[in-house]
């Protein structure tokens, strides 16, 4: 195990994240954060323990045969402290919606999935199916074909490599239709189509467009994968209904929200739309 130190400029807050739950996770409680996954290049899986010892520092103990600071600036995506956060923080003294979010839930910032490719197996799994059932079914299947971890005295599995995944033909809980979407994905992760680095590099609407290719993936889940693993601090996400009902709640407004009226709104939210948006949703009735 090695110890790499994250420097993190803005408030931050480790127990805001490991309580959040999304992506089927539940949130939980604690001082460490404990992550199993697939690296970026998708050729190998690793785990880390992360701790806060101070306000603006990180502990990622990094597990696994990796580059020890390629798997912390992994980590400092998936937790979105790979941004300077003082000018959200700075938004919130000016705006009296995004302070009343930031209030609720300091040092709150939006936890991502892993990748694209993990967002990717995810929506495919969980689309129109119990999001608790199917996050017992990935993690079913991580156990199976996937790469287990101790890390921090438990046991955590990463899903499978694409190479692995593709090596799967029948797993119970999974229809066949949803795993031949699934082996779709790990040949485009392959093939690097599904590069989070290049994906979050191009024109926002372009990425929309490619994840809609994929059988399956339609405008919600595109919009999920792109606001909800690529680390982008400025998409506003339009087609989830649950953001749009919690900016008409904090507005005092019937909602949801239409696309073009959350869009007017959050004109003044710039760069910061993807965060105000997921702190609204998860202050929503706090």
């Not at 993990?118 to 990935?138: D, N, T």
């Not at 407004?253 to 009226?261: K, S, W």
Request: charged share 20%; net charge negative.
């Amino acid at each position: 195990m090695t110890v790499v130190e994250v420097p993190v400029s803005g408030r931050f807050d480790l127990a805001q994240t490991i309580g959040f739950g999304f992506g089927g996770r539940d949130g939980g409680s604690g001082s460490v954060m404990r992550l199993a996954f697939c690296l970026d290049g998708y050729t190998e899986q690793v785990a880390a323990a992360v701790t806060q010892p101070s306000a603006q520092l990180l502990h990622v103990d990094v597990l696994g045969d990796a580059d020890p600071q390629r798997v912390a600036d992994h980590v400092a995506r998936v937790i979105s402290v790979d941004v300077d956060a003082t000018g959200y923080d700075e938004l919130g003294t000016r705006d009296p919606v995004v302070g009343g979010a930031q209030s609720k839930r300091p040092g709150l910032r939006p936890p991502l999935f892993y990748s694209a490719y993990e967002a990717m197996l995810w929506s495919v799994l969980s689309a129109r199916r119990p999001q608790r059932q199917m996050a017992a079914v990935r993690e079913q299947f991580a156990r199976a074909h996937g790469r287990r971890f101790t890390v921090a005295g438990e046991e955590v599995a990463a899903v499978p490599l694409p190479e692995q995944l593709l090596a799967v033909h029948e797993f119970g809980p999974i229809p066949e239709l949803k795993l031949h979407r699934m082996h779709a994905i790990a040949r485009a992760a392959l093939d690097g189509r599904l590069d989070t680095a290049t994906l979050r590099a191009q024109d926002p609407d372009q990425t929309r467009e490619q994840l809609q290719a994929f059988e399956g993936i339609g405008p919600f889940y595109s919009e999920l994968v792109l606001v909800r693993s690529l680390g982008h601090t400025d998409v506003l996400p339009v087609n989830e209904p649950m953001v749009r009902g919690a900016v008409a709640a904090a507005l005092g407004e019937d909602g949801p929200l239409e696309p073009d009226r959350l869009a007017e709104v959050a004109e003044g939210w710039r760069p910061w739309r993807t965060w105000v948006g997921v702190a609204l949703r998860a202050t929503a009735g706090v």
